[in-house]
Structure formats: C-alpha cells, structure tokens
C-alpha cells in the first residue's frame, strides 16, 4: 500500500484523502500462480464480439465477509475502515504476487450437483462424507454462491488492466481487459446477467464519464452487492469487479488498500457453514443458549460474534476431531493452511486459521450437557 501524506502540524485542515480499497486474494502456502485457463460461452454473432483465440486464467475467488454491525455509506469520498484482523507478521512490501484460487463450478445454485464440498473426500467413518446435493430434501440450503467466481467473464479477455491502471489493480480478484470496444463489452454483460439466476438484473449508475460506465450489481438474494467498472482508455477496455464503485480520478491517483483480511473470514466461514449442513448442527441462540456453556463469562464481549455460533446436538453425535477434519478438508480446497492448536480458552480449544499476516479465529466452547459451540473471535481471545 502507498502512504499517504498528512501533516498534522499545517494550520490549513488537510484535504480529505481518497482511498480505493482493492479486492484480493490472501496469501496461501503451496498453490501455483499458474492455473489452467477456461472458456466463457461465445457471445451471440449479432450483438456480441467474436471471442479472440487467447484465454483468460482463472478469477481469483473473492468471499462475502459477515459483518454484525452496519456498514459505513458507500460514499466514495470517504475513508475506508480498515481491517481489524490480527497480524503476525510484519507487512510485507507491495507488488505481492497473489495466489489463485481453484475455480468454482458456473451452474446455478438450483442445479441438483451443484452443492459446494471439499474434493475427494475419504470413505471412512471417522471422515466426513460428501453434503448432499441440493435437490436431494426440500429443506436442504442452497448451496452458497460465490459472487466473484460466479461472476460472467468476458470472451477473450486477458487478465490485468493491461496498463492503464496502475500495477496494484493487477492483483486484484476480477480485473480483465481486451481491445473490444465498451458498447460490446457492455451489452455482454447486460445480456449475461439478465439470464443469470445467480444475479439480478444490472443496474447502470451515473458517472459523468464517456469513458467510465459503471453497472450496481447484487446477487439473487440481495445480499451481496459489487460494482462492474469498464473503463476505456488507450484503445483498452478494462473490466474491473469491485466492493465500491470509483470515479475515474480515484483509479487513476487515489492511494490504494488490500481487502485480503476480510476474504479469509469469508473463507472460514464458507467452510463453517458446510460443516454445519454436513452434520447437521444447529444455530446458536445467545438469548437461550449462553447459559449452557461451561464458562459463559468468557464469551461475554463484543470479540465474540455468539449471533453466527453453531452448536452440535445430542441428535446427531459427532466429535470435535471430526470437525476439525472437516474444517481443514475445505479449507484444503482453497490452499489453505490447517487449522492451528493455540491451546485453552473457555474451557475449551482456540484454533486459528492464518494465511500469510492475517489470522482469524474461531474457539471450540464446550457445554454443560457435553455438546460443543463453534464461536468466531474477531480479535485472538486473552
């Protein structure tokens, strides 16, 4: 990241400072940057370009990150918050190759074998099976849909901005650029999310800008919501899939920031909730439930996030070591590392998941009647 210069010893208030915050992948440990290339579906001949004979790598995958307080306003002026997550580790300098992730099926969540689990799972009693697949029981969750992986990707186009923006974008989860013109390139995009059914329809935004059109893009439930940029420029047009949406001055010079911590949470708690459907775990209720576990006062701080805890259920026996199997079982599939012992806490067992200088962490909180509560901490608990 650049600094940014502020004097706070000026008697004139200093500017308000600008920031694009940059969607990326955190970093793994033992995971190629060279992934096997795929093709998009070829556009229609009469509204669409031609598809060029190169092909675009893979996206990297980018996660929601669950959040239990309100979001700042999506104004492009103002600071971003930044990251809260733990480090261990000195930053390290910019320009960091990001590592990619494996690709997600493109099928929609309604397709019967599309339900999300870890690849080659064992056949062993002791192991956890696959989840079943999402046509298999009416009350059976949809599988969770994956924005940036699931996101069209544009025929031909070549991954980076190709030069005009700066080298920091290039590391960014969804940025793409080709030679094609912006009204191809947009109405691609116009006809590929109406028919989606992971996506509703996009909304173009205002810019002011006969070089930048800007689309407000959400999921089928609403509850994600990223901004497509096209940005034309040089004979290029850049394809560019972020959190908030920028006016061409912020691409251009704004300082910029890595939104690598919030992807890890997203990530953990992706592999929570397979663990949740796969043995059949319930939501944990602090207004009911906290008194159940053996040192509640532990978990009395904001640190805790007891609204997303799951608990096991004497209906459906399972350890803690099968869990844990679980956990670093989908983890594995995006090149992670394993969950790590960190010792007691509450009773019960503190685990954190790291990836490069980022941790987050979840604790293993045993009950009174001998089940266990899967709690996610913000911060390492003292």
Do not use: C
């Amino acid at each position: 990241m650049l600094p940014a210069p502020f004097d706070l010893d000026k008697s004139k208030p200093p500017k308000k400072q600008e920031i694009v915050k940059i969607t990326k992948l955190p970093a793994t440990t033992n995971s190629s940057s060279q992934v096997s290339p795929q093709f998009s579906p070829k556009p229609t001949p009469e509204s669409s370009p031609q598809p060029s004979k190169s092909v675009f790598p893979e996206v990297a995958v980018a996660r929601r990150v669950f959040q239990t307080e309100n979001t700042p306003d999506n104004e492009t002026s103002q600071d971003l918050v930044k990251p809260n997550l733990r480090r261990n580790s000195k930053p390290k300098q910019k320009h960091k190759k990001s590592r990619d992730l494996p690709d997600e099926s493109h099928k929609s969540p309604d397709s019967p074998d599309n339900s999300k689990k870890p690849q080659n799972l064992p056949d062993n009693s002791n192991k956890p099976s696959s989840p079943p697949s999402s046509g298999t029981g009416n009350n059976t969750p949809a599988p969770i849909v994956n924005f940036f992986a699931q996101f069209p990707r544009y025929p031909g186009a070549e991954k980076g901005s190709g030069g005009v923006l700066r080298s920091q974008f290039d590391e960014a989860a969804y940025i793409f650029h080709t030679t094609d013109i912006l009204g191809n390139v947009s109405s691609y995009f116009e006809r590929e999310l109406q028919k989606s059914s992971n996506f509703k329809p996009p909304k173009p935004l205002t810019t002011g800008e006969s070089n930048l059109k800007i689309y407000e893009i959400s999921n089928s439930t609403g509850s994600e919501t990223n901004y497509l940029h096209l940005i034309v420029k040089g004979g290029k047009t850049v394809i560019y899939l972020e959190s908030k949406n920028y006016t061409m001055a912020q691409l251009i010079d704004a300082e910029t920031e890595d939104r690598k911590d919030e992807m890890l949470v997203g990530y953990l708690f992706e592999a929570i909730a397979f663990v949740k459907k796969q043995y059949k775990l319930q939501n944990f209720n602090p207004d009911t439930d906290l008194d159940t576990l053996a040192d509640k006062d532990k978990f009395q701080t904001s640190n805790f996030i007891l609204k997303k805890a799951i608990k096991t259920t004497s209906n459906s026996p399972v350890s803690n070591n099968q869990l844990i199997d679980a956990l670093n079982l989908y983890l594995k599939n995006y090149k992670l590392e394993p969950l790590s012992n960190e010792g007691n806490y509450g009773g019960g067992t503190l685990y954190t998941l790291k990836s490069g200088k980022y941790e987050s962490y979840i604790v293993f909180a045993p009950t009174k009647d001998n089940q266990t509560v899967i709690i996610w901490s913000n911060d390492k608990p003292n």
